[in-house]
Protein backbone atom coordinates (compact mmCIF):
# COMPACT_ATOMS: atom_id res chain seq x y z
CA UNK A 1 0.00 0.00 0.00
CA UNK A 2 1.04 3.17 -0.49
CA UNK A 3 0.88 5.53 2.85
CA UNK A 4 0.90 9.11 3.96
CA UNK A 5 2.42 9.19 7.67
CA UNK A 6 1.15 12.06 9.72
CA UNK A 7 2.97 12.68 12.95
CA UNK A 8 5.27 15.14 14.58
CA UNK A 9 7.02 14.03 18.51
CA UNK A 10 9.07 10.98 19.70
CA UNK A 11 5.79 9.20 20.59
CA UNK A 12 4.95 9.16 16.68
CA UNK A 13 8.20 7.59 15.76
CA UNK A 14 7.78 4.06 16.75
CA UNK A 15 4.87 3.83 14.52
CA UNK A 16 6.37 5.21 11.62
CA UNK A 17 9.51 3.00 12.00
CA UNK A 18 7.02 0.27 11.90
CA UNK A 19 5.36 1.91 8.91
CA UNK A 20 8.72 1.61 7.21
CA UNK A 21 10.11 -1.68 8.17
CA UNK A 22 6.22 -3.12 6.90
CA UNK A 23 6.83 -3.78 3.23
CA UNK A 24 4.52 -0.75 2.22
CA UNK A 25 5.52 2.11 0.71
CA UNK A 26 5.50 5.20 3.02
CA UNK A 27 5.49 7.60 -0.16
CA UNK A 28 5.60 10.90 2.55
CA UNK A 29 5.61 11.91 5.77
CA UNK A 30 3.63 15.27 7.43
CA UNK A 31 5.05 16.64 10.48
CA UNK A 32 4.31 19.97 11.62
CA UNK A 33 7.16 23.33 10.52
CA UNK A 34 10.60 23.38 12.50
CA UNK A 35 10.35 25.07 15.02
CA UNK A 36 12.65 27.03 18.08
CA UNK A 37 13.23 24.52 20.98
CA UNK A 38 15.49 25.10 24.48
CA UNK A 39 17.08 27.53 25.65
CA UNK A 40 19.32 28.73 22.47
CA UNK A 41 15.29 28.48 20.80
CA UNK A 42 17.64 26.80 18.12
CA UNK A 43 15.49 26.01 15.46
CA UNK A 44 14.82 22.12 15.77
CA UNK A 45 12.98 19.41 13.39
CA UNK A 46 10.53 17.11 14.80
CA UNK A 47 11.48 13.97 15.90
CA UNK A 48 9.04 12.33 12.84
CA UNK A 49 10.84 14.60 10.14
CA UNK A 50 14.60 13.14 11.71
CA UNK A 51 13.35 9.44 10.68
CA UNK A 52 11.93 10.57 7.70
CA UNK A 53 15.56 12.06 5.91
CA UNK A 54 17.30 9.24 7.72
CA UNK A 55 14.87 6.89 5.43
CA UNK A 56 15.03 9.63 2.38
CA UNK A 57 10.80 9.65 2.44
CA UNK A 58 10.00 13.23 1.45
CA UNK A 59 8.49 15.22 4.41
CA UNK A 60 5.97 18.03 4.02
CA UNK A 61 5.46 21.22 6.91
CA UNK A 62 2.31 22.43 5.98
CA UNK A 63 1.28 25.47 8.30
CA UNK A 64 -1.97 24.65 7.98
CA UNK A 65 -3.40 20.86 6.59
CA UNK A 66 -6.60 22.85 4.97
CA UNK A 67 -4.24 24.62 2.51
CA UNK A 68 -5.26 24.00 -0.91
CA UNK A 69 -1.81 23.57 -2.13
CA UNK A 70 -1.04 21.30 0.66
CA UNK A 71 -4.13 19.38 -0.30
CA UNK A 72 -3.29 19.12 -3.97
CA UNK A 73 -0.04 17.60 -3.14
CA UNK A 74 -1.68 15.17 -0.94
CA UNK A 75 -3.76 13.98 -3.46
CA UNK A 76 -0.77 13.81 -6.45
CA UNK A 77 0.73 11.32 -4.35
CA UNK A 78 -2.47 9.04 -4.82
CA UNK A 79 -2.04 7.64 -0.88
CA UNK A 80 -4.16 4.35 -0.55
CA UNK A 81 -3.97 5.37 3.38
CA UNK A 82 -2.99 7.89 6.01
CA UNK A 83 -2.10 6.98 9.16
CA UNK A 84 -1.98 9.77 11.58
CA UNK A 85 -0.79 9.69 15.07
CA UNK A 86 -0.40 13.02 17.56
CA UNK A 87 -0.09 15.00 14.07
CA UNK A 88 -1.37 18.23 16.23
CA UNK A 89 -4.03 19.53 13.63
CA UNK A 90 -7.50 18.81 12.95
CA UNK A 91 -7.65 17.56 9.40
CA UNK A 92 -10.70 19.28 6.80
CA UNK A 93 -12.74 16.73 5.26
CA UNK A 94 -11.31 17.45 1.54
CA UNK A 95 -7.84 15.86 2.82
CA UNK A 96 -9.76 13.04 4.68
CA UNK A 97 -11.26 11.80 1.35
CA UNK A 98 -7.79 11.84 -0.39
CA UNK A 99 -6.85 8.45 0.54
CA UNK A 100 -8.71 5.57 -1.20
CA UNK A 101 -9.16 3.65 1.88
CA UNK A 102 -9.67 6.73 4.11
CA UNK A 103 -7.58 7.64 7.17
CA UNK A 104 -6.48 5.61 10.18
CA UNK A 105 -5.65 7.72 13.78
CA UNK A 106 -3.68 5.77 16.38
CA UNK A 107 -4.80 7.71 19.25
CA UNK A 108 -3.16 7.44 22.95
CA UNK A 109 -5.98 6.75 24.94
CA UNK A 110 -8.94 3.96 25.10
CA UNK A 111 -11.61 5.92 23.76
CA UNK A 112 -14.35 7.17 24.30
CA UNK A 113 -11.90 8.38 27.32
CA UNK A 114 -9.77 11.62 26.67
CA UNK A 115 -10.76 12.43 23.35
CA UNK A 116 -8.68 15.23 21.58
CA UNK A 117 -5.49 16.59 22.46
CA UNK A 118 -3.31 15.49 25.23
CA UNK A 119 -4.69 11.89 26.28
CA UNK A 120 -1.41 10.77 28.12
CA UNK A 121 -1.40 13.97 30.09
CA UNK A 122 -5.00 13.37 31.45
CA UNK A 123 -4.01 10.12 32.31
CA UNK A 124 -1.29 11.09 34.79
CA UNK A 125 -3.18 13.60 36.11
CA UNK A 126 -6.12 11.30 36.94
CA UNK A 127 -4.10 8.67 38.07
CA UNK A 128 -5.15 6.27 35.96
CA UNK A 129 -3.69 2.86 36.62
CA UNK A 130 -4.43 1.34 33.04
CA UNK A 131 -4.74 3.07 29.76
CA UNK A 132 -3.97 2.41 26.08
CA UNK A 133 -3.79 2.74 22.23
CA UNK A 134 -7.16 2.83 20.22
CA UNK A 135 -6.96 2.12 16.26
CA UNK A 136 -9.97 4.28 14.32
CA UNK A 137 -10.84 5.30 11.44
CA UNK A 138 -11.19 9.34 10.97
CA UNK A 139 -14.41 11.64 10.44
CA UNK A 140 -14.37 15.20 10.72
CA UNK A 141 -15.01 15.34 14.27
CA UNK A 142 -12.23 14.88 16.82
CA UNK A 143 -11.84 11.44 17.59
CA UNK A 144 -15.52 10.44 16.62
CA UNK A 145 -14.59 7.71 13.68
CA UNK A 146 -15.20 3.82 14.03
CA UNK A 147 -12.71 2.16 16.23
CA UNK A 148 -10.88 -0.36 14.49
Not at 94 to 108: D, F, R, T
Amino acid sequence: MRIVFMGTPDFSVPSLESLIGSGHQVVAVVTQPDKPKGRGREIQMPPVKEVALAHQIPVYQPVRARDEAFIAQMRELAPDVMVVIAFGQLLPEELLKVPAYGCVNIHASLLPRYRGAAPIQWAVINGDQETGITTMMMEVGMDTGDML
